[in-house]
């Protein structure tokens, strides 16, 4: 399993979504700035297949948190990387997430353990 990373920036490019006809494979690749360093930093991720519809609800000058994995290929003697992002979040202006975190249904009723229910 691969390890996951996070980067907060502001949403500087979205490019179009690009299908291979070969293969059916569809790809979308975006910018971020982040600007945490002395320097903006301007770090070019992709999201892949179902996920190009991730980036259809942000605009360009959002503020967003990237969750993503890196992904590493090697083709003719030459090596490739690739940011491969699997989690967009729209940031406030303090750097929290502006979406809401799901609650149970009102309907919701836990259950009840018995301790000598329990299997071990």
Not at 43 to 49: G, L
Not at 85 to 98: N, P, Q, R
Request: charged share 35%; hydrophobic share 30%; net charge negative.
């Amino acid at each position: 399993m691969s390890k996951s990373y996070e980067l907060d920036g502001t949403l500087k490019e979205i490019m179009e979504t690009r299908t291979f006809e070969k293969s059916g494979f569809t790809k979308r690749e975006f910018v971020v700035t982040d600007e945490d360093d002395r320097y903006p930093q301007h770090i070019k991720f992709n999201v892949t297949r179902n996920n190009c519809a991730l980036l259809d609800r942000f605009a360009v000058g959002d503020r967003i948190r990237v969750t993503f994995s890196i992904r590493g290929n090697q083709w003719q003697d030459r090596y490739f990387v690739d940011l491969n992002a699997f989690k967009l979040e729209k940031l406030d202006v303090d750097g929290s997430t502006s979406e809401p975190i799901p609650q149970p249904d009102e309907t919701f009723v836990a259950d009840t353990i018995n301790d000598e229910d329990m299997p071990f």
